[in-house]
């Protein structure tokens, strides 16, 4: 079922996901906000796994295990 939101985490190299919730700090939250990481935005995985690579829009990031558990997405069907 692709109406459920996940971590990061489990998702899957190739996998898309629209992001839902960031959980974590609140100067850790505005650094992603800042850096184009927020809530509605679409982002790729590029390489999954510690560290998960992940790309929104031209940027990449790269984030590890506990971090990835803090993004929550809503996979997306077809990718970006």
């Known amino acids: 079922m692709r109406d459920e939101i ?3 985490e489990l998702l899957h190299t190739g996998d ?3 992001i839902t919730d960031i959980d974590g700090e609140p100067s850790w939250i505005n650094r992603m906000a800042e850096l184009g ?3 509605g ?3 790729r995985v590029v390489q999954a796994g510690s560290p998960c690579l992940f790309q929104v ?3 990449r990031f790269s984030v590890r295990g506990e ?3 803090r993004i ?3 996979p997306v ?3 970006c």
């Open 6 to 8: 996940l971590p990061l």
């Open 77 to 79: 069907i077809g990718g």
């Open 72 to 74: 929550f997405v809503r």
């Open 37 to 39: 990481v927020r809530i």
């Open 41 to 43: 935005s679409r982002l």
């Open 57 to 59: 829009g031209e940027s």
């Open 16 to 18: 898309s996901g629209d």
């Open 67 to 69: 971090c990835a558990m």
